[in-house]
Each structure stands twice: as structure tokens, then as C-alpha cells.
């Protein structure tokens, strides 16, 4: 019964582990073997019988019997003597079992065997802990504020495992309190040593994407396929979607009556302003659709070099271009087309790098960032919204409209 005490006392938190018996008592052997081999050098000799039913385990050491003085081994040989203690009609060559009791290890052996265990279980926990959330990395997933840091939070989820969102994977306008549940994709798991690192995200496009297939029962249902995502996170987006039933439109069963369908999605993403357009093959009418909201004269493609040249009334460039350049940019990466942008009816224009030695080249970087490049763009523009737009002085703004306007003069 000793033995049953001590792998009981060994055991005690299997419980708060949700480790089931037999996997408990494998581990056991795993251990108990270990510690046999340290003992008496080999464990080879030993068998270990588990009953999981009962919770016990024997341990029985085979020797062999040798003539008294002749043993040169202890942990195989037994002198005829000490055999005969065990059974008294032992011979010499014969065979000898004897069981090991745990108690008989010594206390450091034992304290040694259950710190073992308790690392051999932790391992088994934290293996299983990396299959199962490695099956769930591009899943949405929904977990508490645990804690608060500089540059990440740490979150739990109900079964109390410990899952990282890092600072740059939460969207700008985020903020979180303690105990409140966040929802996010499991972006990747790494062990990292023997533990498992868990990260959430709530900026990849597959988030929003998950978000759709959530939130709209077309999408989940397969009626309507999300073709692909594009983000500039709690900015804007763009999302191309399709459907193989001509009687469903994919745009308006995605946005719902007066937006009623996307609003959801839209709040959980900080109002990021979501774009939903219609995907299609026709290569021309994509990108066309891609630059909405602006309204597009005529698209010039250069498929070899990946680059669409498109032409818009003047009126219509700011939009292509979007606040801080967005929608351009991400018009770019949902056709995977570089786009260059011409106005109508301008038949002479500068690129702004062609007065580098009158202006500072940070300052014509400011102006690419809001998509502006050229000459013309600049001066097309009131002085005070490219005050807001940029981080420029209203003055350096003017000077630099003074330099360009002296260009076409």
C-alpha cells in the first residue's frame, strides 16, 4: 500500500492538470525509470508493473544468484546468501526477483522523482497546450484582460491559458481594461523553450476577414467567398468578395440595409472605414472598382510590370488618393497592380523630385505621403487642407507653392 501512497501524494494535482490516469502513470514509468538509472546505473533489469485502474506500481529488480564473493555486480548479481534470505531454496545461476519499494529509494531519491514529475507533466500540458491552440492559429478567439502592459497585453482565456497581444498587433485606437474580453485571430504559436507562446491579432487582414465569415451568414454559409483583404488597421480597408449564385449580390448581403450588416464589424475594428466591392477577373474593371470611390476616365494596364496607369478628372484625384494616401495604396495591394495616377487634360506636369535642389527632400517626402508627387497635385490643393494634411508650417507650404507656380510661368 506504501507505493499507492506515495504516487497518490506524487499525483495530487493531476486534477488542476486535466491529465488522465493512464497518461499519468506513463509518465510515472517515464520518471521512475530515470531515477532507477541514477540509482543503480541501469534500469534494464527492472520491470515495472502499472495498474491504472488501481493507481499502483510495482517495481521488481531481476538478478541473478552467484556463488558468495563472486558478485561483481550489484545492481545484477546477488550473492547465494543474500538470495536465500528472499527464498530459501535458492540456487546459484538461478534467476531472483525482488521488489523495490519507493521508500526504500531514500528521501532525496523520492523529492528528486516527484520534482521530475511535476516538470514531466508541465511538458505534457504545455505540448498538448501547442496542438491545440497550433490548431486554431488563424481562428478567431475570444479572451480576458488579465494585465496591462508598455508594450503588449496579456490575456486568459476560460481555461486559464495565457495568450499575448502585442502592442503593434493591437489596432491604434484600441484600449483595453482589465476583465474585459477581447476578440482577436490566433495568429501564431511558438514554443519557446518548453512553454508555448501564444499571440493574438486584431491587424491582420485575416481578422476582418474571420469577421465576415462570423458576422455575415452568407459567408459563413459559402454563398459568398471573401476573394481577399487588404488593411491599414483602424484606418481603412478593402475587401473583394464573390459569389457563384448570380440571384445574391455579394456587395449588398455583405453591407446590409443601410449598412445594418457591416456596421457590427466596422465598431469592432475602431471604425475602420471598410470598402466592399465586387470581385472579378476582368483585370481593367477591378482596379477600376478598386480605386472607388473616385470614378475613373480611362486605365492603362502593363501587365508584364505589374503597373496600371489611370486617368481622372482633377476632381476625382483626391479621391483615388484618399486621406493619407490609403486608398491608393491599398487599391494597389488588393489588384497587386503598382497605380499611377494622371488628371485629365493636363498636358504638362513636373515630378516634385525634379526641384530637390530648391526644396528639402523631407519636405517633398511629407507631400508623398498624402499622395502628392508632382507639380500640378500641389498647386491644385487649398493651402489650408494641406496644413491639416501634412506636417508642414503654412509657411514652408507657401514657399514651396511659390517655387512651383515660377515653374510654369
Known amino acids: 500500500m506504501e507505493n499507492i501512497a506515495l504516487i497518490e501524494s506524487f499525483s495530487e ?16 514509468e517515464e520518471v521512475f525509470r530515470s531515477t532507477l538509472k541514477k540509482r543503480f546505473g541501469s534500469d534494464d533489469n527492472f520491470d515495472i508493473i502499472i495498474n ?34 528472499i527464498e530459501p531454496d535458492f540456487e546459484v545461476g538461478e534467476d531472483v526477483s525482488e521488489e523495490v519499494k519507493l521508500i526504500d529509494l531514500g528521501r532525496r531519491s523520492i523529492l528528486a522523482l516527484r520534482q521530475n514529475l511535476i516538470s514531466k507533466i508541465h511538458e505534457h500540458d504545455n505540448t498538448n497546450l501547442y496542438k491545440q ?17 508598455h508594450r503588449a497585453i496579456i490575456l486568459l482565456d476560460d481555461e486559464g491559458n495565457e495568450i499575448i497581444m502585442p502592442k503593434e498587433k493591437q489596432i ?28 493574438m491579432s486584431r491587424t491582420s487582414p485575416l481578422f476582418l476577414e474571420k469577421l465576415f465569415e462570423s458576422e455575415i451568414p452568407e459567408v459563413f454559409d459559402g454563398l459568398i467567398t471573401v476573394k481577399k483583404v487588404v488593411r491599414i488597421p483602424g484606418e481603412k480597408a478593402k475587401v473583394a468578395v464573390d459569389s457563384y449564385d448570380d440571384r445574391i449580390d455579394p456587395v449588398g448581403a455583405c453591407v446590409g440595409m443601410k449598412g445594418s450588416r457591416i456596421h457590427g464589424i466596422v465598431r469592432e475594428l475602431g471604425n475602420e472605414n471598410i470598402d466592399v466591392i465586387n470581385y472579378t477577373n476582368n ?33 476625382e484625384v483626391s479621391k483615388a488618393i484618399g486621406r493619407g494616401g490609403h486608398n491608393i495604396r491599398l487599391a494597389g495591394q488588393l489588384s497587386g497592380y503598382e497605380i499611377d495616377v494622371f488628371r485629365e487634360g493636363v498636358e504638362e506636369d513636373v515630378e516634385l523630385k525634379e526641384f530637390s535642389d530648391e526644396i528639402e527632400q523631407w519636405v517633398i517626402d511629407e507631400f508623398a505621403k498624402i499622395g502628392l508627387d508632382t507639380a500640378k497635385s500641389i498647386l491644385e490643393q487649398d493651402i489650408a487642407d494641406l496644413v491639416r494634411r501634412t506636417d508642414l508650417e ?11 507656380k515660377a515653374e510654369f510661368e
Open 13 to 28: 494535482f493531476k486534477d488542476d492538470k486535466l491529465i488522465d490516469r493512464v497518461t499519468l502513470m506513463a509518465i510515472l
Open 52 to 85: 491504472p485502474d488501481k493507481g499502483d506500481l510495482e517495481i521488481w529488480r531481476n538478478r541473478i544468484v552467484v556463488a558468495d564473493g563472486e558478485v561483481e555486480d550489484d545492481n545484477s548479481e546477488i550473492s547465494l546468501t543474500a538470495a536465500r534470505r
Open 133 to 149: 491552440f497550433k490548431e486554431l492559429e488563424g481562428e478567431l478567439y475570444n479572451a480576458e484582460v488579465h494585465h496591462i502592459r
Open 172 to 199: 491604434p485606437s484600441d484600449f483595453f481594461r482589465k476583465g474585459e474580453n477581447v476578440r482577436g485571430i490566433i495568429e501564431s504559436v511558438e514554443l519557446k523553450g518548453n512553454k508555448p507562446a501564444i499571440i
Open 283 to 315: 483585370l481593367q474593371l477591378y482596379i477600376t472598382r478598386a480605386l472607388s470611390p473616385a470614378k475613373i476616365t480611362s486605365i492603362k494596364i502593363d501587365e508584364e510590370n505589374k503597373t496600371a496607369e489611370v486617368m481622372l478628372k482633377p476632381e
Open 394 to 404: 503654412e509657411e514652408t507650404i507657401v514657399d514651396v507653392r511659390n517655387i512651383l
